[in-house]
């Protein structure tokens, strides 16, 4: 999944983020927030919808982060 989400086609990158959301992994979610500053418009929107439908996951995963886990 993570293949499809750097594919060229950002048709392709669109449609693997919401799997991406799924997985829920510290690689997913850099992809995730990598793809929200994508150059194209519709693949930003999907990953900053990804992001915010893990947001209480996101601020767990920043907590951990910051406490070094």
């Known amino acids: 999944m ?7 086609n ?3 990158r669109e449609k693997a983020l919401p799997y ?9 979610i850099v992809e995730l ?6 150059w194209v418009p519709e693949v930003r929107h999907a990953a900053r919808t990804a992001l915010q ?3 209480r996951e996101l601020i767990e995963f920043s907590i ?3 406490k070094g886990s």
């Open 20 to 28: 991406l959301a799924q997985l829920g992994t510290y690689a997913a």
């Open 2 to 8: 993570l293949e499809m989400a750097r594919h060229r």
């Open 10 to 12: 950002g048709h392709v």
């Open 53 to 55: 439908s893990r947001q």
């Open 64 to 66: 951990s982060l910051q």
């Open 33 to 38: 927030l990598h793809r929200a500053n994508d």
